[in-house]
């Protein structure tokens, strides 16, 4: 059954023009297939580009290494899942998990400050070999390859750079182009109702950073052969513009070229943007030229950062995310259900038993009464022995996520940085595309009433 979860009261009557981001939202990827490819790659270009050892060609890609939201602390070689306070809550160095001393040995603040540029986020679906390579990388260069690979910094931004240029030169793009099926997810029923929309008034646009020619590539293979309502995907899109350059499409002021849908040629346009394709371009003249008001375009895409949060903070549309991850997340949540509950049924029995503690610690200390060691020693035994029985169900819980990093949305009890940012910045999100379309065009997605601290259920000291 499709789900669309609220952040923010969405009124989707109140929507003229739904703008969709391609890679990853209106088109899917077989995710793992690709971001292997991205791995073998990025090893390629450093091994012949940047004259690392070639042995690292040997290096095996596993895909449950990384999960979106991490950050990477480029300077000392540190993988971080943060809460959504920024405060750090799994860490690892190469591929070892840092224990807790050792990471308060080396931050003194256990909160990051994401602005500083030594920190880089995985934000996106296209980061997760980035982020798994340079866990290996480190684990390398702390191990036999110490006097052959650069420091951290280096490594970072060789991979950031050797990743951008195999977006750009067709390294990876040819690949796909040349095995469609399998690196893209076709799915018919994104496109039947996208067409429905279109009967009830919506204008649809797509915004990518994918170049012309790709863009097709995609939208012939995966978009044309369902179309029943339009003869051709230029038909259904009242826009797409290509080579956008998000997050710069939201908050600067560069200019639209028209292109030439036969040859991919372009010239420079002025005047009112009509009805076509376009590569560049901003938000700000979109917006003017189609007489909108911010609020009644809706944008979707998958990348919190370059699609939500700059779109959010400079330009004022509406946002939807895509959080791929998701479906499997609520699945997984369900298997430890029973677990969670045996969990909550042990706190339950624990928590009065630490009031109960702290309340014969205070009279101890308050009244020198020695007489109340014996019942402070047991009452210190008593949730000793439910932590023993908590600390094997946790680590079972955990194990049916992600065995490095646990879920994507929480960390621990506490929210991600990333599930943060998702319930700060998006509208609404959902698990695919396909689960916003399902809704009726003229859906009032409500927001729920999240109780605040005081509102809960009252516990007595």
Known sequence: MAKVYVNRTLNLKRIHFIGLDMDHTLIRYHSENFERLAHSVMLEKLIREK????????????????????????????????SRYAAIRVSYHGLRPIDYNLQKELY????????????????????????????????????????????????????????DRAHRDGSLKNQVRDRLEDFIVKDPEVVQRLERFVKHGKKLFILTNSDYEYTKILLDHAILPYLKEHKHWSDLFEFVITSAQKPRFFFDKLKFLRVHPEDGSMKNFEGTLTKGIYQGGCASTFTQDLKLNADEILYIGDHIYGDIVRLKKDCAWRTALVVEELQEEIEKNHQAESLVQKINVL????????????????????????????????????????????????????????????????????????????????????????????????TYFRAPKRPLPHELPFTES
């Open 51 to 82: 004259g690392y050892p070639s042995s690292i060609g040997q290096l095996q890609f596993s895909y449950d290494r990384a999960i979106r939201g991490l950050v990477i602390d480029k300077r000392r070689g540190n993988v971080l899942k943060l």
């Open 108 to 163: 003194q603040s256990t909160y990051i400050d994401l602005s500083d540029p030594n920190f880089d986020k995985v934000d996106t679906s296209f980061s997760i070999a980035f982020a798994g390579l340079f866990m290996q990388l480190v684990e390398l260069k702390e191990t036999t390859e110490s006097k052959l690979l650069p420091d951290f910094v280096d490594i970072a931004n060789d991979l950031n750079e050797v990743l």
């Open 347 to 442: 706190m339950d029995q624990k928590i009065p038993y630490e009031q109960e503690l702290d309340q014969l610690i205070s009279k101890k200390i308050e009244h020198n009464d020695v007489t109340l060691t014996q019942k402070i020693e047991f009452q210190t035994a008593r949730i000793t022995e439910i932590d023993r029985q908590i600390s094997p169900l946790i680590k079972e819980q955990q194990k049916i996520f992600n065995k490095y990093w646990g879920e994507v949305m929480r960390v621990g009890i506490e929210e991600s940085y990333f599930a943060h940012q998702v319930e700060r910045f998006a509208c609404v999100y959902m698990a695919k595309l396909a689960d916003l379309l399902a809704f009726s065009p003229r």
